[in-house]
């Protein structure tokens, strides 16, 4: 065992290069939790054994979503849907050009890039010790054996799509590390894509459909399939495997849950509540991480938190009259009445706001009575529809209990952070054990629907030229949603991305998604109507490099040109207390961690076009390919 110790604080002292290895002796990231207590030798023995290593891949993908400031924010924040709206606080990605480089993408509460390098590479670490000791295991029959595997290949390539699309290039990790290793390679990453694409056929052949809450079933290795048959421009194979996914997963289209019977609800409310995800009725949820009191190293969601305007803050909600308008609690006999805003929409600091885009531009005419919109006021809240409830108030001012006025003279920086819509539907889960703490609740949180495969197959439809069936699929989840349809004439990548952050806010990793149809754009050649026919070239999709340069010229990429189009805050330049927003053409892809780099004394980890170090660079392996003689 003193041995095994040994091992252990080597690997993770040398592998620094990599940060899934920089946890520090006090995990032991040779052996899940649950079974730590045992060695590796009489652990992953069986398929009970090996399990209890993709039971950490799985408990890590729930890190992405939940506690405040979650790491999900920094994927909308670099994205057309949100920004960073906390406006007291230097050093957040607001300023990209002075922010988002190497030295300065550590995991903090600001920017969770490096958490995406970090934990992108723990989970395919535990991926990699199940699919290393396959062989040794013992199983019951094949089936059992391949159903390991296959989960195993889901959690790899989950992180490998995801690492692939926000840092491009990336070593290639296919097996488990039991040494010192200081000579790591970036791999292209579209060999990466290949080989992903392998494994997930596989997957798709052998995970089991019918699992428990939170574990990789069959129809989550279809939709991650989808996406990389997608990036690989295999459109029809995609339609094929989308098909079957729907054919056999259904969306929710009527009411269900005792939340039917709640007044001010619909059929969202229904299918983003906790009871529905919880609901093995739900046949529309394909994939989700859980909390809950009884799962180790469980969490709260904080979606109340981080996505509700700071509506507490004394300074911006001030009467009509120039008094305090707003408390966290109101007076002792107004409490969970329905001026207790606290109560009613939750504690918000206002650290993720959403743009014009995500709150007004998406949603139109034909929107007028979408349940996902604005538009009706159950679903979404706005500053309006909160109270003044200082309690102080009560006994001297007309304006107590009467519904928030947008205050005249109100700071551009309060205005981003204090006053703005949200959708209250998908965000708001209370904790009822915590009734002084208002931030979010446990929940199962979904991460892939069959919502999505629609739009999925729908953006498939339309990258080949068949606008009608686009329409059709978009179609379906518009109808679930009171939304009047589509027709072939009205599709274009922006109706197709209009309805994805209708149907995927707080869900989907937007800027993945963007990244991966601005590769798409280069790869196809095909023009981009939305852009009067542009055409882009992976050759200078990061742009044309120099280091400090922070080209703004549009045309290089599809993620620049949409967002300095779609994102007010970024083409605005709208200026606050700690800078202005501010990105560039290279910013598609965000930077390297600088430390994994320079530790990286035996090998070369290519930085991206455009940060400090990508003069280094030399050309990436592809998977499978001998690293470069000594």
Known sequence: MKKNKHI?????????????????????WLDPKPLSFYTPENTYVDANGLYAAIVACERNMRHEYFGDLSPILTEMYTSDIAVHGKTDESGSLVDFDNYMIPTQSRSDAKNKMKWYWDEGFKGIKYANIVISRLDAATFKDEAERNAVLGAAYFQRAYRYYKLT??????????????????????????????????????????????????????????????????????????????????????LMTSRFTTNKTKPNTNLMHDLHSVEAKMDMSNTEGLMYV???????????????????????????????????????????????????????????????????????????DKEKNDLRGPNNHDSWRRMTDLYYNEPGLKSKSEWYGKHLVRPVNISVSDSVRCWFMWPHYKIFVPDPTKATDRSGGETPWYIYRSAEVYLMLGECYYWKDQPQEAAN????????????????????????????????????????????????????????????????????????GGTGSNVKEM????????????????????????????????????????????????????????????????????????????
């Open 8 to 28: 252990k604080k080597c690997v993770i002292g040398a592998l620094a290069v990599l940060p899934l290895l920089t946890t520090g002796c006090k995990e032991s």
């Open 165 to 250: 699309h926000q840092f491009g290039d990336v070593p290639f990790l296919d097996k488990e590390i039991t040494s010192p290793k200081l000579d790591f390679y970036s791999h292209d990453r579209w060999s990466i894509l290949e080989q992903c694409k392998s494994d997930m056929e596989f997957a798709w052949q052998w995970v089991p459909e019918k699992v428990d809450r939170g574990k990789t079933s069959k129809a989550a290795c279809g939709v991650l399939l989808m996406k990389i048959y997608m990036c690989l421009g295999e459109f029809d194979r995609a339609i094929e495997v989308g098909k079957e996914i729907v054919a056999n997963n259904p």
């Open 290 to 364: 859980v909390s809950y009191p009884d799962v180790e190293g469980r969490d709260r969601i904080q979606t109340m938190r981080n996505a509700t305007p700071y509506w507490a803050k004394g300074a911006a909600i001030m009467t009509p009259a120039g008094e305090t308008g707003t408390a966290i609690s109101p007076a002792s006999a107004d409490k969970e009445t329905e001026i207790d805003n606290d109560f009613n929409v939750g504690r918000g600091i206002g650290t993720c706001r959403p743009t014009n885009y995500y709150q007004y531009e998406i949603w139109t």
């Open 473 to 544: 699929m978009l179609n379906v989840v518009r109808e679930r949603a009171g939304a009047e349809p589509l027709t072939a004439s009205e599709i274009n990548i922006g109706a197709i991305l209009a309805e994805r952050a209708r149907e995927l806010y707080y869900e989907e990793n937007r800027h993945v998604e963007l990244v991966r149809i601005a590769y798409t754009y280069a790869k196809l050649g095909k023009s981009c109507e939305v852009f009067g026919g542009r055409v882009y070239k992976l050759d200078n999709i990061s742009g044309p």
């Open 555 to 630: 045309g290089y990429n599809f993620w620049y040109d949409w967002m300095m189009t779609h994102n007010n805050f970024f083409r605005d330049g709208v200026e606050i207390a700690y800078g202005k927003y501010r990105i560039s053409v290279h910013h598609i892809l965000w930077p390297i961690p600088n430390t994994a780099i320079s530790t990286n004394t035996g090998g070369v980890i290519n930085q991206n076009i455009g940060y400090p170090g990508a003069e280094n660079n030399i050309t990436p392996l592809k998977v499978g390919e001998e690293t470069p003689a000594k």
